[in-house]
């Protein structure tokens, strides 16, 4: 189906294990980017990419790492995941031409 | 860098009635958008409406239309006619009009009740 689609939609995860979540988009959008929702923050930027193999900061980075071999694709790794980072988790993807275009989010909870 | 306040955790309105949503932005620079974003209960993020700062005029979208008054850094959604499937979280965003600056940024968010 064509859109931006993020798995898992749940996780649960303990602390200090290593865990992705995936965001995959058909459009062949540019950027992407990644954002965490929590309570009294609204959305938050983590990072966000301009093309494949460019990635770049956001607001609150520490603790993710992303990679975007191709374009479509954009995974966000947790590499000794913290009870601080459970969180909603929303992928975007934009080209010049449209605003961003946001998947479903995926739910994540830490022990 | 930029900001966006959103200083109304919740707000109420009753079917049919009109309900104003505020928020207002810090900004040094001349070229930008705004933006309203609404997310239901099931998550999804869905644009509401979107101004352009050098546009004058209030954009519109059916029920939605903005009160952009640039000179106070303020941009107020208004819902007329509100329905049911209006309930929702609705978040106010900022995006620099600086070329190849695609980042958003968002307010905290502003709960909409919405009564029979």
């Known amino acids: 189906d064509a859109g931006i689609t993020q798995s898992p939609r749940y996780k649960i995860t303990e602390t200090g294990r290593q865990v992705t979540l995936m965001c995959h988009q058909t459009?062949?959008?540019?950027?992407m980017f990644w954002y965490r929702q929590d309570l009294g923050h609204g959305l938050r930027l983590i990072y966000y990419?301009?093309?494949?193999?460019?990635?770049d900061k956001g607001e609150v980075p520490d603790g993710y790492v992303v990679s975007r071999s191709k374009t479509e694709n954009f995974p966000l790794t947790l590499e000794s995941a913290t009870r601080s980072q459970t969180s909603v988790y929303f992928c975007?993807?934009?080209?010049?031409?449209?605003?961003?275009?946001f998947g479903p989010g995926t739910r994540l909870t830490v022990t | 860098a930029q900001t966006v306040t959103q200083s109304q955790p919740e707000m109420s309105v009753q079917e049919a009635e009109t309900v104003t949503l505020s928020c207002t932005y810090d900004?040094?620079?001349?070229?930008?958008?705004l933006f309203w974003y609404k997310q239901p209960p099931s998550r999804q993020m869905i644009l509401v409406i979107r101004?352009?700062?050098?546009?004058?005029q209030n954009a519109t979208e059916n029920r939605f239309s903005v009160n952009f008054q640039k000179a106070a850094k303020s941009f107020s959604l208004k819902i007329s006619d509100s329905q049911l499937g209006d309930a929702a979280m609705y978040f106010c965003?900022?995006?620099?009009?600086?070329?190849?600056?695609?980042?958003?940024?968002f307010g905290t968010g502003t709960r909409l009740l919405v009564s029979p």
């Open positions: 975007a993807s934009k080209d010049r031409a449209y605003e961003q275009y």
């Open positions: 459009w062949s959008h540019s950027y």
């Open positions: 990419s301009a093309a494949a193999d460019i990635t």
């Open positions: 900004t040094s620079e001349s070229d930008y958008y």
């Open positions: 101004q352009e700062a050098y546009k004058q």
């Open positions: 965003a900022y995006r620099s009009g600086e070329t190849g600056f695609q980042k958003l940024v």
